[in-house]
């Protein structure tokens, strides 16, 4: 394309180093895993954690991308047990913590909630608030090194029950006593199929008559029973994946994935609430290619969902797993399915709307730092 050709989106190429300058906005990014690498291998030298399947950082890397690579949302998650097996002190936790700020702010992040599980840091002897203590400390140190390097960046957490287990009531209620330090709502994850959402239907409760938000992993491994439960059981305020929604959208055969608009298309119940009530969808493209939620990018339905004007957010889920970052989730959508400034504004939007901050702080960044920084590549 040339700069005559009237197909030329506005503005910069976009390639990575310009997505990386975009403002972006991550509602749905695990801290246990995005680590680096190079700080696997020494937290578990320190530690004592013999257990690591490589021993130099881009064998190790590789290995965790081909692990999690596993077409199986169970065998994913088996790959987490190293990482959280070198999360198991303040100091880990801080430093992790501190890490992923940085991370994302090099790529460009000016919001993010990131969450992880405190139940699943405890066998060293921590309690509960402790951990929630260190992983705030550790976003708080991040914050101010990015603010003091010209890159603000405003991290909040979300603190996770693991949906097998039993504790889910416990960490609502961590949730909310941590409300007024950081932590700005509560999460199920783990294996979905034979957990449903509804297993957990008090700590949602709990969280409801306290005025706190949540979301819920659901529709990635299982369908949409998950999804309905979700929304009219349990309330969620967003969707984490989601992505199986689809599943109650009709499609006339031969339909072109990368279509820029869809006719023809039957919503059914699920899918139309999840659109009328404008529920948030944290996708994760790459996420759900290896989980096998989807066959591949150019098989996703983020394309359908977004013209279809569903809520939709781009999501990293897991950086390290995916070998992955929010610039490269954008750019893999943009080459699948033609995206332009324009509509990665769209999404940053979407995603800030969808936040657990308040309204005012929400706006705040969406007028002061998410359309400024925009107009600059628009251009
Ligand atoms: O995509 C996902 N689906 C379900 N569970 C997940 C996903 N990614 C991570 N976790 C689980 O959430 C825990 C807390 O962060 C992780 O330890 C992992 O077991
Ligand atoms: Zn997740």
């Not at 994913?76 to 501190?98: C, G």
């Not at 294996?191 to 297993?199: D, K, S």
């Not at 031969?254 to 279509?259: E, I, M, P, V």
Request: overall charge negative; some cysteine; aromatic content about 8%.
């Amino acid at each position: 394309m040339t700069p005559d050709d009237p197909t030329t989106p506005p503005g910069r190429p976009l390639d990575l180093p310009n997505i990386s300058l975009a403002p972006k906005v991550v509602l749905h990014d695990h801290l246990d895993g995005g680590l680096r690498p190079a700080t696997v291998l020494e937290l578990a030298r320190e530690v004592g954690y013999p257990d690591l399947p490589a021993d130099d950082a881009e064998s190790l890397a590789r290995w965790f991308r081909d692990a999690a690579d596993s077409g199986s949302l169970e065998r994913y998650l088996e790959t987490f047990a190293h990482t959280v097996a070198v999360m198991q002190t303040p100091s880990a936790l801080r430093r992790v913590a501190l890490e992923c700020v940085r991370d994302l702010a090099a790529d460009g992040v000016v919001y993010a909630e990131v969450r992880y599980a405190p139940e699943q840091h405890l066998a060293r002897g921590m309690t509960l608030d402790e951990v929630v203590e260190a992983v705030l400390a550790g976003f708080r140190d991040g914050e101010a090194e990015a603010e003091a390097q010209g890159r603000p960046i405003l991290v909040r957490c979300l603190v996770t029950a693991m949906r097998h287990a039993a504790r889910s009531q416990e960490i609502a209620e961590l949730a909310v006593r941590y409300r007024d330090d950081g932590v700005v709502g509560f999460d199920i994850a783990g294996a979905e199929a034979g957990n449903p959402p509804t297993r957990h239907l008090d700590a949602f409760e709990f969280m409801r008559a306290n005025n706190a938000h949540f979301t819920i992993h659901a529709g990635e491994a299982f369908g949409l029973p998950s999804i309905h439960e979700a929304i009219a059981f349990c309330g969620t305020d967003r969707l984490g994946h989601g992505v199986r929604v689809i599943d109650d959208i009709t499609l006339p055969p031969g339909t072109d994935l990368a279509a820029e608009s869809f006719d023809g298309v039957e919503l059914g119940q699920i899918a139309n609430m999840v659109r009328d009530k404008r529920i948030p969808l944290e996708l994760c493209p790459s996420s759900n290619v290896q989980t096998g939620a989807v066959a591949s990018i150019a098989e996703h339905p983020f394309n359908v969902l977004a013209r279809l004007r569903f809520r939709v957010t781009v999501n990293t889920d897991n950086r390290l797993m995916s070998d992955t970052t929010m610039s490269k989730e954008f750019y893999r959508l943009a080459q699948q399915f033609g995206y332009g400034w324009a509509d990665f504004e769209r999404f940053t939007v979407n995603a800030m709307k969808s936040a657990f901050i308040h309204f005012d702080e929400r706006l705040a960044l969406i007028d002061d730092v998410i359309k400024p920084g925009y107009a600059v590549l628009v251009g």
